[in-house]
């Protein structure tokens, strides 16, 4: 089983800043994609952003400029660094990642739990 744990969320004002960290543990031979979705009040999960094992980033249109992803191979860490942020980035931010087992080689998502992040006007 793979564990992952968020930190970093809390209240902020419009315009600072947070920085969210997501470390995964647990039976992993190694992690492929990782990243960070948000869930709004009766709506689906959705991508924030996504970074390959390689480093390559991906990201919500809504989000670029303003928000960066990075990870961490040899910790197994992913954080996203969250600048200018708005009231309607307010939500849950769950991280995901996509590891591969050991021996078995089986691939498989994890999510964390959620850590809520929440942006007063």
């Known amino acids: 089983q793979v564990q992952l744990v968020e930190s970093g969320g809390g209240l902020v004002q419009a315009g600072g800043s947070l920085r969210l960290s997501c470390k995964a543990s647990?039976?992993?031979?190694?992690?492929?994609?990782m990243g960070w979705y948000r869930q709004f009040p009766r709506k689906q999960r959705e991508l924030v952003a996504s970074?390959?094992?390689?480093?390559?980033?991906n990201y919500a249109d809504s989000v670029k400029g303003r928000f960066t992803i990075s990870r961490d191979n040899a910790k197994n860490t992913v954080d996203l660094q969250m600048n200018s942020l708005k009231p309607e980035d307010t939500a849950v931010y769950y991280c995901?990642?996509?590891?591969?087992?050991?021996?078995?080689?089986?691939?498989?998502?994890?999510w964390g739990r959620g850590t809520q992040v929440t942006v007063s006007s």
């Open positions: 647990g039976s992993i031979f190694r992690i492929h994609a």
């Open positions: 995901n990642a996509f590891v591969e087992a050991p021996v078995t080689t089986y691939l498989r998502d994890y």
């Open positions: 970074i390959t094992r390689d480093g390559s980033p």
